[in-house]
């Protein structure tokens, strides 16, 4: 039944989309707490791009920082109204590679 159950599972579901993305920039808006934040830096890790920002209310801006640097993403961090940019270096210690 398992096996079943497997081969009948769309796997367009699973698929991670960003909120924008160019041909080298990847950017994510998060509004949520500390776990969407980091699947949120999860998905610009994986993206590929060379540029990544992700863009968060004022109120999560420390959280987010240190969610990039739990997952090992170096880009881009800003608040909603850009009136706040700052750059996230990727803690070495627990970036996959």
Request: avoid cysteine; aromatic fraction near 4%; charged fraction near 35%.
């Amino acid at each position: 039944m398992t096996k079943r159950l497997m081969e009948t599972e769309d796997p367009s579901r699973y698929v991670r989309k960003l909120d924008a993305a160019t041909a080298y920039k990847a950017v994510e808006i998060e509004r949520g707490g500390l776990v969407r934040l980091e699947k949120a830096a999860r998905r610009l890790r994986d993206s590929g791009k060379s540029q990544k920002v992700l863009i968060v209310s004022s109120r999560n801006l420390k959280a987010a920082r240190e969610a990039m640097q739990k997952v090992g993403v170096s880009g881009t961090l800003r608040n909603i109204s850009d009136t706040y940019r700052s750059y996230v270096t990727a803690n070495n210690s627990t970036r996959k590679k």
